[in-house]
């Protein structure tokens, strides 16, 4: 760990491990009486068991293994994986909470962190108090905490409660101090673990916005989240971990992409995605079994371009004949945004289905959306209230610009693109 942020690397890993017991007790601080006793205790057991005594071997399990990485100064970076890939192991690691078993790690410049609630405050202290330790912790003057203190303040939103011990305040409030300061007190590289899915929706927004303002003034962000459109909105690149090791590492979206071929079990365009599996509601009369998506032209490798259009070919089971009043297909955002709705309720049409299998094709003209990944939702019903089937997560789509089109894609891009021109006068 060194104090000089003035390289351009601000983090580097070189064969990091972690490697865990499965069921060891918790360590103790030790005394030296507990020392002595336990020696007594092994010496009486190997005297009353000289050959018959071993002790049981323990389960081990690697968290992380053979991690090397290096971040840049003024990067936002991801880390994904699914749960037990090792993410917040690495955050604990490089935040010092937990040794390392294997590796060698430098950072560059001092490290604010955000891995859980209750972590880095006093709870018999204020938060007045414990803002002005945090600072002391990463190696601040007062001077310069009490010149950030209003802007902290001002960001949790606790001003009424600054003076009251903070195991009273809710893990809300908790939360909000909590990030405030470890994003206000200037920290050289930031390290923010899930926990903000626990702030409501514009404690979110305002949290995004910080981190951007963050890496904008050349500090150095890990972001560690299940929430991919979050990812995308605030990291450049990404990590995506696997059982402990580095199985990608890019730009955010290509990434991101690798990640939910692993969760969508590797269906392709053109590929009959099943959705027999998927996680559904409805009264299961008719249902959709399969969809296929078909290449658009002036896509790229099959995946969509922002204009659209979009053709899917969806497989459909009923039970008997019967004619469909709302058939649907919405596109979100990665956390639930609805971003379009194509139900042809909304133009009077229906659809007949056939007892067994009916196959449907579906077209979206124009999609108006900008390069990322985004999810689709599909619903089949008499009516928009009344559902045969509703599959809230069917699959996932690509949105990328035309190699042709030119131009760079910045990851801070809206959902919607638009043309523009500019007059130089």
């Given at each position: 760990?060194?104090?000089?942020?003035?390289?351009?690397t601000?983090?580097?890993?070189?064969?990091?491990?972690?490697?865990?017991?499965?069921?060891?007790?918790?360590?103790?601080?030790?005394?030296?009486?507990?020392?002595?006793?336990?020696?007594?205790?092994?010496?009486i057991?190997r005297?009353?068991?000289?050959?018959?005594?071993?002790?049981?071997?323990?389960?081990?399990?690697?968290?992380?293994r053979?991690i090397?990485?290096?971040?840049?100064?003024?990067?936002?970076?991801g880390i994904?994986?699914?749960?037990?890939?090792?993410?917040?192991?690495?955050?604990?690691?490089?935040?010092?909470v937990?040794?390392?078993?294997?590796?060698?790690?430098?950072?560059?410049?001092?490290?604010g962190?955000?891995?859980?609630?209750?972590?880095?405050?006093?709870?018999?202290l204020t938060?007045?108090?414990?803002?002005?330790?945090?600072?002391?912790?990463?190696?601040?003057?007062?001077?310069?905490?009490?010149?950030?203190?209003?802007d902290?303040?001002?960001?949790?939103?606790?001003?009424?409660?600054?003076?009251?011990?903070v195991?009273?305040?809710?893990s809300?409030?908790?939360?909000?101090?909590?990030?405030?300061?470890?994003?206000?007190?200037?920290?050289?590289?930031?390290?923010?673990?899930?926990?903000?899915?626990?702030?409501?929706a514009?404690?979110?927004?305002?949290?995004?916005?910080?981190?951007?303002?963050?890496?904008?003034?050349?500090?150095?962000?890990?972001?560690?989240?299940?929430d991919?459109?979050?990812?995308?909105?605030v990291c450049?690149e990404?990590v995506?971990?696997?059982?402990?090791?580095?199985?990608a590492?890019?730009?955010?979206?290509d990434?991101?992409?690798?990640?939910?071929?692993?969760?969508?079990?590797?269906?392709?365009?053109?590929?009959?995605?099943?959705?027999?599996?998927r996680?559904?509601?409805?009264?299961?009369?008719?249902?959709?079994?399969?969809?296929?998506v078909?290449?658009?032209?002036g896509?790229?490798?099959?995946?969509?371009?922002p204009?659209?259009?979009?053709?899917?070919?969806?497989?459909?089971?009923?039970?008997?004949?019967r004619?469909?009043?709302?058939?649907?297909?919405?596109i979100?955002?990665?956390?639930g945004?609805?971003?379009?709705?194509?139900?042809i309720?909304?133009?009077?049409?229906?659809?007949?289905?056939?007892?067994?299998?009916t196959?449907?094709?579906?077209?979206?003209?124009?999609l108006?959306l900008?390069?990322?990944?985004?999810?689709?939702?599909?619903?089949?019903g008499?009516?928009?209230?009344?559902?045969?089937?509703?599959?809230p997560?069917?699959?996932?789509?690509?949105?990328?610009?035309?190699?042709?089109?030119?131009?760079?894609?910045?990851?801070?891009?809206?959902?919607?693109?638009?043309r523009?021109?500019?007059?130089?006068?």
């Amino acid at each position: 760990m060194s104090s000089d942020a003035s390289g351009a690397t601000a983090i580097r890993v070189e064969g990091l491990a972690k490697q865990y017991a499965l069921g060891a007790p918790q360590e103790k601080y030790r005394t030296l009486r507990d020392a002595f006793s336990t020696a007594a205790t092994r010496t009486i057991r190997r005297a009353r068991h000289p050959t018959g005594w071993t002790r049981k071997p323990k389960d081990y399990i690697w968290a992380l293994r053979d991690i090397s990485l290096s971040v840049q100064r003024g990067r936002a970076v991801g880390i994904i994986g699914h749960n037990g890939s090792g993410k917040s192991t690495l955050l604990k690691v490089l935040s010092r909470v937990t040794e390392p078993t294997a590796g060698r790690i430098e950072i560059r410049g001092r490290v604010g962190t955000l891995l859980e609630i209750g972590t880095g405050f006093h709870n018999e202290l204020t938060g007045r108090e414990n803002i002005f330790l945090s600072g002391a912790i990463l190696g601040m003057r007062r001077i310069d905490i009490a010149r950030r203190f209003d802007d902290i303040v001002e960001f949790s939103d606790v001003g009424r409660f600054i003076d009251t011990p903070v195991k009273r305040y809710s893990s809300g409030m908790y939360l909000r101090l909590a990030f405030a300061v470890a994003a206000h007190l200037e920290p050289h590289v930031l390290l923010v673990d899930e926990v903000l899915a626990v702030g409501d929706a514009a404690f979110q927004r305002k949290c995004i916005g910080r981190m951007n303002e963050v890496t904008g003034e050349g500090r150095t962000v890990l972001f560690v989240s299940h929430d991919l459109d979050a990812v995308q909105r605030v990291c450049g690149e990404c990590v995506l971990l696997d059982h402990g090791r580095v199985a990608a590492r890019g730009p955010t979206s290509d990434v991101i992409q690798q990640y939910l071929a692993q969760v969508t079990g590797g269906a392709r365009v053109l590929d009959r995605i099943d959705l027999t599996q998927r996680p559904r509601s409805g009264t299961g009369e008719s249902r959709f079994t399969a969809v296929r998506v078909l290449p658009a032209r002036g896509g790229v490798n099959g995946r969509t371009c922002p204009d659209g259009p979009l053709e899917l070919v969806l497989d459909i089971e009923s039970d008997a004949q019967r004619v469909v009043g709302s058939l649907a297909v919405s596109i979100e955002t990665l956390s639930g945004t609805k971003l379009i709705e194509a139900d042809i309720l909304s133009i009077g049409s229906v659809v007949r289905l056939n007892r067994g299998r009916t196959r449907v094709g579906f077209r979206i003209e124009a999609l108006h959306l900008n390069p990322g990944i985004y999810a689709v939702r599909l619903w089949l019903g008499h009516t928009a209230n009344s559902g045969f089937d509703h599959v809230p997560a069917a699959f996932q789509i690509e949105v990328v610009r035309p190699s042709a089109a030119g131009g760079a894609t910045s990851p801070t891009l809206g959902m919607v693109p638009c043309r523009f021109e500019v007059v130089q006068e």
